[in-house]
């Protein structure tokens, strides 16, 4: 069955940094979303891609999907304390369930 | 987007007893997913419900430890049930477009 890798599991960065979180799926994607999930929280859908190659952004996050569609990643730019979190992939078929990733715990220290 | 409710928000149960989750979505949707998420980990999903039809579960969850109701377009239940310490999780409901319900986090004791 499909399975969805994200690396790192965790990442700790001091304020300002940059951060990035990095998907891999054993098999070619419909779309990938992504999500972030506050401690005690719920998973926040973020965004979701379709298009091979696609890159979206949203204030100073980035978003790509690879040409195969085999992969994604998150770039967050000059990270705030705000950004902490787990952030979640998951690859998806139209239609169908979300195949999680392991997630990536950001913490990010004043 | 779809606003998805849970009630109840968090339970805790003891050994044995089962508890029923409900999810209630503002729309109508054609399908329904209830996720399980286990302390620190990620989201692992249980079975998928379709108004008019059986859940489809997953491997390694079966219709008699967590049986699915789906009377309409904009409801499904979950129960867990002859629960154990091993259930304490988070259940979420989801549909299709990637909206989640905000979880009910159940403890068992």
């Known amino acids: 069955g499909q399975q969805v890798m994200q690396i790192p599991q965790y990442q700790h960065v001091q304020e300002g940094e940059d951060f990035t979180t990095y998907c891999n799926s054993s098999t070619t994607l419909s779309n990938i979303q992504w999500y972030k999930q506050r401690p005690g929280g719920h998973p926040v859908f973020l965004i979701q891609l379709v298009k091979s190659g696609e890159v979206k952004k949203q204030k100073r996050l980035t978003f790509q999907f690879g040409e195969a569609k085999k992969n994604s990643s998150l770039h967050i730019t000059a990270t705030q304390t705000t950004d902490v979190g787990t952030y979640f992939c998951a690859g998806g078929n139209s239609g169908y369930a979300l195949n999680f990733g392991k997630g990536t715990s950001l913490l990010v220290t004043p | 987007s779809a606003v998805i409710s849970q009630k109840p928000s968090r339970d805790i149960c003891q050994r044995g007893t089962s508890l029923t989750i409900q999810c209630q979505v503002d729309s109508q949707v054609t399908m329904m997913f209830w996720y399980r998420q286990q302390p620190g980990q990620s989201l692992t999903l249980i079975a998928t419900a379709n108004q008019g039809s059986e859940a489809t579960y997953e491997s390694g969850f079966v219709i008699d430890k967590f049986p699915i109701s789906r009377p309409n377009l904009t409801f499904s239940t979950l129960t867990v049930s002859n629960m154990s310490p091993e259930d304490s999780s988070i259940y979420l409901c989801?549909?299709?477009?990637?909206?989640f319900g905000p979880g009910t986090r159940l403890t068992v004791l």
């Open positions: 989801s549909v299709e477009e990637g909206f």
